[in-house]
């Protein structure tokens, strides 16, 4: 079993849409979790911190339930800009810092 | 401009060949490490390093090393670089602390023929 593990999609969506990632981990230790964004094989950038309680950016909504191991992003109003592959990020190793990563799941904004 | 910058950003060379690809940062961070980013596999940890002279090796170590030698600097070292390291690469820092997101670099994409 992966350690992260993300539907890879593709999620074709309509401007407009709300569309919903989940991510599962499998690290009951786990202590930090992120989500970044990737555009066509750019470098990963951070779209948001994921915290305990539940957070909120704009239009973006992540949420982590630790008893069932798993985050979800939400995205509302989609926007063609908005088309890219969603990376689910989990701190497995405190001491390494390494960041253990989903597949990605693609995301496609359709006019 | 906070950033990572490395260098080069292409880079189409032969088996054997030695080369460095830099990596630099100008936010002062503590922890910097290396990727590589592979089709259906994701991006994994090739080394990192806790600050400077403390370096460590991620998942996937064989066949690069790495120097700390200054704070700002974490170069990438194949030796003898072979077809299977033909990947993209990210440079990534931050603070030291653990809950603090990674920035990363804008990757090197090597060939290695």
């Known amino acids: 079993r992966k350690e992260v593990e993300q539907d890879p999609g593709p999620f074709n969506v309509p401007e407009g849409a709300t569309v919903a990632f989940n991510c599962t981990y499998s690290?009951?230790?786990?202590?930090?979790f992120f989500w970044y964004r990737q555009d066509c094989r750019k470098e990963p950038k951070l779209l948001m911190s994921v915290y305990s309680s539940g957070n909120e950016d704009g239009r973006f909504t992540a949420q982590l339930n630790r008893a069932s191991q798993y985050i979800s992003l939400l995205i509302r109003d989609s926007k063609l800009s908005d088309s890219a592959t969603y990376l689910c990020?989990?701190?497995?190793?405190?001491?390494?810092?390494?960041?253990?990563f989903g597949s990605g799941t693609r995301l496609q904004v359709q006019p | 401009e906070a950033q990572v910058t490395q260098n080069p950003r292409y880079l189409i060379t032969v088996t054997g060949k030695k080369l460095t690809v830099t990596c630099s940062q100008n936010?002062?961070?503590?922890?910097m490490s290396w990727y590589r980013q592979d089709p259906g596999l994701g991006l994994r940890q090739i080394y990192y390093s806790m600050n400077v002279e403390v370096t460590d090796k991620g998942d996937v170590p064989e066949g690069y090393k790495v120097s700390r030698k200054e704070k700002r600097n974490f170069p990438l070292i194949l030796e003898s670089p072979s077809p299977n390291q033909t990947s993209l690469y990210f440079c990534?820092?931050?603070?030291?602390?653990?809950?603090?997101?990674?920035?990363f670099g804008d990757g090197t994409r090597l060939s290695i023929l």
């Open positions: 690290n009951s230790a786990s202590q930090s």
């Open positions: 990020v989990v701190v497995t190793d405190t001491g390494r810092r390494a960041l253990t």
């Open positions: 936010m002062n961070h503590e922890y």
């Open positions: 990534a820092s931050s603070p030291w602390y653990s809950n603090q997101p990674q920035h």
